[in-house]
């Protein structure tokens, strides 16, 4: 047998090798282009070439091929005490980083407990009783039946609307994939905030602090105190007003109240709020922003456009998701992990990639990387809509895999579907036409025209 599978083993290598070099040389060409022509700091050109999604890939497609396992002692992550650095880009070791929370740990936790001010958020929790019963609260009042039920159905109805009123013209984050997402903390959540504006703000000025805020910047520092407190204050309000109304709304805060009212542990007022904090900085920024990414690089490939738009047309759903996933996978929203060595150990033991890895180092888990690695996903640079799920590593791996994850396959595809039914779907003219972040890590503005 294992004769049988030997020439799929070596043209596998053969396209690691290929792939490895042929990006070498790509990015080698593109960076000497953006010495000669461009303008600016030499390396702000630079890092622009490599924080650009093709370029990640193709310095990942390097790694893979000549040191898929890279430790440094430079301490990239300021904003999260560690001892050094590791990026680990292979899909199996991946995988295995992901697997093993024992030794790979969560670094979250201080940012959350400032945040909460004081108390830990599940994802800053190491896998731990504490983890299983918060995490197993909140799978009781975030159902996944609720996705068919109610989820799925209002983003439809809500999409719908926010097109069919564009009028041919439409800025998708502001009108479409913001709105929509922060309807649902009205409608499903049962918390709307003091305004939709606050909610935006809150939630994405704390998710930038949580995950992207990696040399801990003093100003956005301060800019998330403010916005915690802010939160903290009116979600702690909202949830004494709903419980004095003595109203029985079957949302997920009144799922909450009655849980706390049948005794279940973990659900007093404060871990309710904390609970609630969490999962809203989860569900909103990363919604439209993942949309819009998937979007975004929709628009730029002809082809998967015209595939997408005859799913979204003639209402095949999986055909549709197939479109979008396949989409996110070259722009996935994350395209690194990162969690910290909790002892002295090894990535890919046994292997001759094997790496030591000490204690505190911060390692960098690239599922960016492992979507496109060649010894495991078949013609991985191809935009392909059949491959199988398990391809796809969008929200993470075991233990904390996304909470929203089934929220996910419904929503993001589901926000996109009326907009893509449209025809001759184009980006706007100029800059307008392309993301704008106005300063953040996520799109702010991107407007595309249509035939209403
Ligand atoms: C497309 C949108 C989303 C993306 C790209 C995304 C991404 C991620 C990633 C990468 C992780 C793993 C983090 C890690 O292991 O360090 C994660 C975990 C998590 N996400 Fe999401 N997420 C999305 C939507 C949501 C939504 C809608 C919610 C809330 C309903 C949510 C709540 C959470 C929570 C609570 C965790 C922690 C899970 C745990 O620790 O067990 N996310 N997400």
């Not at 109610?150 to 913001?178: H, I, K, N, S, Y």
């Not at 801990?216 to 419980?243: C, M, N, T, Y």
Request: proline share 6%.
């Amino acid at each position: 047998m294992w004769l049988l599978n030997l020439p799929v083993v070596l043209w596998r290598r053969l396209l690691l090798l290929g792939q490895g070099i042929g990006a070498a040389l790509v990015l080698a060409g593109d960076a000497v282009a953006a010495l000669l022509r461009g303008s600016g700091p030499v390396g702000a050109r630079l890092a622009a070439l490599f924080a650009a999604p093709a370029g990640q890939r193709r310095v990942f497609a390097v790694l893979r091929l000549v040191q898929p396992n890279l430790r440094f002692g430079r301490v990239l992550v300021t904003a999260y005490a560690n001892s050094g650095t590791a990026i680990v880009t292979r899909r199996d070791d991946v995988i295995d980083i992901l697997s093993r929370d024992d030794e790979f740990g969560v670094v979250y936790g201080p940012r959350m407990k400032t945040i909460t001010d004081g108390e830990n958020f599940f994802l800053g929790m190491q896998d731990t009783p504490r983890y299983t019963r918060d995490v197993s609260n909140m799978r009781l009042v975030v159902r996944r039946e609720d996705v068919p039920e109610v989820v799925a159905p209002f983003v439809a109805r809500e999409a719908r609307g926010r097109v069919a009123a564009a009028g041919g013209r439409l800025d998708v984050p502001q009108a479409l994939t913001l709105p929509v997402a922060a309807g649902l903390l009205d409608r499903y959540f049962g918390t709307p905030g003091p305004s939709q504006a606050a909610m935006v703000e809150w939630t994405t000025t704390l998710f930038w602090y949580l995950f992207l805020d990696l040399q801990a910047d003093p100003a956005l520092d301060a800019r998330a105190k403010a916005a915690a407190a802010a939160f903290r204050e009116w979600l702690g309000a909202h949830i004494a007003a709903r419980k004095a109304s003595g109203e029985a709304r079957d949302d997920v805060l009144g799922r909450c109240l009655a849980l706390q009212a049948s005794g279940t542990p973990g659900m007093d007022d404060r871990a309710i709020r904390d609970n609630l904090i969490g999962l809203l900085i989860g569900e909103l920024p990363t919604t439209s922003a993942a949309a819009i990414l998937a979007l975004d690089e929709l628009l730029d490939r002809p082809a998967a456009l015209a595939g997408a738009q005859a799913a979204a047309r003639s209402g095949d759903d999986a055909a549709l998701a197939a479109h979008v996933f396949e989409a996110l996978r070259f722009r996935p929203l994350n395209p690194v992990i990162y969690r910290r060595a909790m002892c002295e150990t090894t990535v890919a033991p046994g292997t001759l990639r094997a790496r030591r890895i000490p204690e505190g180092t911060m390692v960098f888990a690239a599922n960016l990387s492992a979507m496109f690695d060649p010894l495991a996903v078949p013609r991985p640079g191809r935009f392909r809509t059949d491959r199988p799920w398990d391809t796809y590593m969008l929200w993470g791996h075991g233990l904390h895999l996304c909470f929203g994850a089934h929220l996910n396959r419904a929503t993001l595809p589901g926000l996109l579907e009326p907009l893509l039914a449209r025809p001759s779907l184009r980006r706007a003219e100029g800059a307008r036409g392309r993301i704008d972040t106005q300063g953040t890590p996520f799109p702010v503005h991107l407007d595309v025209v249509f035939e209403a």
